[in-house]
């Protein structure tokens, strides 16, 4: 039987097929501060990922127009953005309207409030996808 053992580690170590997600960001309206990111798979912790342990979050430079998610498992998600252009670490409103610049995967026209998580979200196949966030400003 050592060579059935030694089949099944095989399989067992056989790499699992990932997706890699790279983001253009377009409508900045400046190079200032800095943009984070947030992706998650979870519809209850959509739009602000904070609370969602499985998310995965970048903040990147206000200079930089891309982001880079590696080894995610395929599946859905939804990706929200906002640029930070004072560096405070959230995103600042006037009397519940958004001061500063935020975008969703799938660049839904913005009403009232934050999209739903089904309209905004992407199906990561393993292997390579692109996609593109347009920056929002109300103020």
Same mark, same amino acid.
């Not at 039987?1 to 699992?16: D, F, K, Q, S, Y």
């Not at 995965?56 to 590696?70: A, C, D, H, W």
């Given at each position: 039987?050592?060579?059935?053992? @030694?089949? +099944?580690? &095989?399989?067992?170590?056989? %790499?699992?097929?990932?997706?890699? @997600?790279? /983001? %253009?960001?377009?409508? @900045?309206?400046d190079q200032r501060g800095m943009v984070h990111a947030c992706l998650t798979r979870s519809p209850a912790h959509f739009?602000?990922? #904070?609370?969602?342990?499985?998310?995965?979050?970048?903040?990147?430079?206000?200079? /930089?127009? %891309? *982001?880079?998610?590696?080894?995610?498992?395929?599946?859905?998600? &939804? @990706?929200? =953005?906002?640029?930070? $252009?004072? &560096?405070?670490?959230?995103?600042?409103?006037? *009397?519940? /309207?958004?001061? $500063?610049?935020?975008?969703?995967?799938?660049?839904?026209?913005?009403?009232?409030?934050?999209?739903?998580?089904? #309209? =905004?979200? +992407? %199906?990561? &196949?393993?292997g390579f996808a692109r996609t593109s966030v347009r920056l929002q400003y109300l103020l």
């Amino acid at each position: 039987m050592p060579g059935l053992a @030694l089949a +099944i580690t &095989a399989l067992a170590m056989a %790499e699992i097929p990932t997706a890699t @997600l790279k /983001v %253009e960001l377009s409508g @900045l309206r400046d190079q200032r501060g800095m943009v984070h990111a947030c992706l998650t798979r979870s519809p209850a912790h959509f739009p602000d990922c #904070k609370s969602d342990p499985a998310a995965i979050m970048q903040t990147i430079p206000g200079t /930089v127009r %891309e *982001l880079l998610f590696r080894s995610l498992p395929p599946g859905r998600y &939804a @990706l929200a =953005v906002f640029h930070d $252009e004072n &560096a405070n670490r959230k995103l600042d409103t006037f *009397l519940g /309207v958004p001061r $500063e610049g935020f975008g969703f995967s799938r660049n839904p026209t913005i009403r009232f409030g934050a999209p739903r998580f089904d #309209k =905004v979200t +992407i %199906e990561l &196949a393993p292997g390579f996808a692109r996609t593109s966030v347009r920056l929002q400003y109300l103020l």
